[in-house]
């Protein structure tokens, strides 16, 4: 019986013949196609039995611990090959070479590197499968050019992996691939259709400057830092029920006219940057009803407890304090919304703090849950979302926040939310009071509007405020001024001798006091009462401007609550 491998391998005699296994997760349908054309032959190198008591051939064999220069000339050797059957077809018709072409491809399936793998700049002129490869050093493929499709799908990378630069022409595919280390593809080139469903990308992704065509990540696992800052879309991109887990960027993305980017579904648990990326095409966040795409730090804590891929739990790979210490924002400062209209946001979680420095106007908002949005609490509420943006060093965060306020609330005025409009409005002018002297500068007319009716927004308080005023305060005062009393039935610019006209001070027991205020407040005027001095006459005064005034704050807040 052969020696297993322990250490470097040990080679098995011919007459044996076993054949490679191959992968335990291989197809039964495919093992004859892959021992044919991707297994190196057992006449160049005798199989080696494995430790788990399996025999593989040289480029199978899943270990680090075997030549690598055996299996570098051998890989080497292998693409030599297929560029000979390559040249040979070029002679042909372009009808004859296509379908010669169609034959010919750069098969990898389940290829176990051992070292490093360069092939930067290399053109491959004919389709690259590397489908369930395992590359377990670098693999550098910058500036290389795949002509026809490139099949990265399964693929496992243990070391970083680099495409910067690189030509994707034909399909590209890297689905279900697990990124252990960093995945870069600045400024690459995806012209036709790519897809990256269900990967997982353990450390950094880079995409920056990357420009896309159509591209599916949907269910795609992003646990450290997914960065498409500078990218472009031309087409559809799908980030459906994907996970964010740490900060994303997409300032300076170019989601062109003719593209269309659907987020829903998909959990953003850490800052998303949108800042200075410009919107022409459609832009869609949503979620189901019961789960938020952004989510808040207790609902990514809980999503993240129960995220395992490949049999290990997220805590494999990242600590405790970087769970406990998530935070979410969404950052769309400054970004260009040449058509807002196909900014869309449904069924989804969001902060009014989220969209400073940015006009919301036409943006899309359907069935949008608003976070820190009690308008019975109003003053918590704000203090949390200018923390939010303190985080973020955002200056001047308060007029920036009222700023949004308004514009949103402009929003829902437009599309008919006016019960969200007037919690919009209210929320702009309360942070506009808590500005100066924790919101007590009772010398401001804005202090005064928000006593008297929230500012128009509360019809109750429009309604306590004018009880108050009509029925207690000025009766009371009206008990402290001498009024000249006639009988009733007699003016009293008849002589007060001849009519038994008196001088005295109205009371709240007899309602004369009340009679007298409810009778100002409606511009009726008493004809046997009348103010003895000057002070008397001012407060009356005084009553007529105030009264109607708070009354017409009391219509405007029903407006805005019942009449639209």
């Not at 051992?114 to 491959?124: A, D």
């Not at 006009?359 to 849950?369: N, Y």
Request: net charge neutral.
């Amino acid at each position: 019986m052969p020696r297993k491998l322990s250490g470097k391998s040990s080679y098995i005699s011919k007459s044996e013949k076993p054949q490679c296994h191959i992968h335990d997760k291989a197809l039964n349908r495919d093992l004859d196609d892959i021992h044919q054309n991707v297994c190196v032959s057992e006449i160049e190198f005798p199989l080696a039995e494995y430790t788990d008591g399996k025999h593989y051939c040289l480029f199978h064999l899943p270990t680090k611990d075997k030549d690598p220069d055996l299996f570098g000339k051998t890989f080497k050797k292998r693409f030599h090959l297929v560029e000979e059957k390559i040249v040979e077809v070029e002679n042909l018709s372009e009808e004859k070479r296509t379908d010669a072409k169609n034959n010919i491809n750069y098969d990898f399936r389940y290829v176990w590197f051992p070292s490093n793998i360069e092939l930067k700049g290399y053109r491959f002129g004919v389709e690259a499968d590397f489908s369930s490869t395992t590359f377990s050093a670098l693999a550098l493929f910058d500036s290389a050019t795949f002509i026809a499709v490139a099949n990265f799908n399964s693929v496992t990378f243990h070391s970083p992996v680099t495409f910067e630069s690189t030509n994707f022409l034909g399909s590209a595919y890297f689905g279900s691939a697990t990124f252990f280390d960093s995945a870069v593809f600045a400024f690459a080139k995806f012209s036709a259709y790519s897809t990256f469903r269900n990967t997982v990308f353990v450390d950094q992704a880079n995409f920056l400057g990357t420009t896309f065509n159509s591209v599916y990540f949907d269910s795609a696992t992003f646990l450290s830092i997914a960065l498409f800052r500078k990218s472009v879309f031309l087409d559809r991109a799908e980030f459906k029920s994907s996970t964010f887990v740490f900060v994303t960027d997409f300032g300076w993305a170019n989601f062109t006219e003719t593209s269309q980017v659907f987020f829903e579904q998909t959990n953003f648990c850490s800052t998303v940057d949108l800042s200075y990326a410009l919107f022409a095409g459609y832009v869609i966040f949503g979620g189901e009803k019961d789960k938020a795409v952004f989510l808040d730090e207790a609902s990514a804590e809980k999503t993240l407890q129960n995220f395992t891929f490949e049999g290990k739990s997220i805590h494999d790979f990242l600590s405790d304090y970087q769970l406990k210490n998530l935070h979410i924002a969404l950052d769309l400062q400054n970004a260009r919304l040449e058509k807002p209209e196909r900014i869309a946001f449904h069924r989804v979680r969001l902060c009014p703090s989220w969209f400073i420095n940015v006009d919301s106007r036409k943006i899309v908002f359907t069935d949008v849950m608003w976070d820190s949005f009690n308008s019975k609490r109003p003053k918590a509420n704000i203090q949390i979302e200018l923390k939010s943006l303190e985080k973020q060093r955002v200056r001047e965060p308060r007029r920036l926040l009222e700023i949004a306020y308004r514009q949103l609330a402009n929003n829902a005025e437009e599309n008919g939310r006016y019960e969200e409009a007037s919690k919009f409005r209210l929320m702009a002018s309360e942070t506009k009071r808590l500005e100066y002297y924790r919101g007590w500068k009772v010398w401001s007319l804005h202090w005064w509007y928000w006593l008297s009716s929230f500012y128009g927004e509360s019809w109750i308080r429009a309604s306590i405020i004018l009880l108050i005023l009509v029925l207690l305060i000025f009766p009371l005062i009206y008990t402290t001024r001498l009024f000249q009393v006639c009988p009733s039935d007699k003016p009293v610019s008849v002589s007060l001798v001849e009519h038994n006209c008196t001088q005295k001070y109205l009371e709240m027991f007899d309602g004369s006091a009340l009679l007298q205020s409810l009778s100002t407040a409606t511009f009726q005027t008493i004809e046997y009462r009348k103010p003895v001095t000057g002070w008397g006459e001012l407060w009356i005064t005084l009553e007529k401007i105030f009264a109607p005034l708070q009354f017409a704050l009391l219509a405007l807040a029903i407006r805005r609550k019942f009449m639209r």
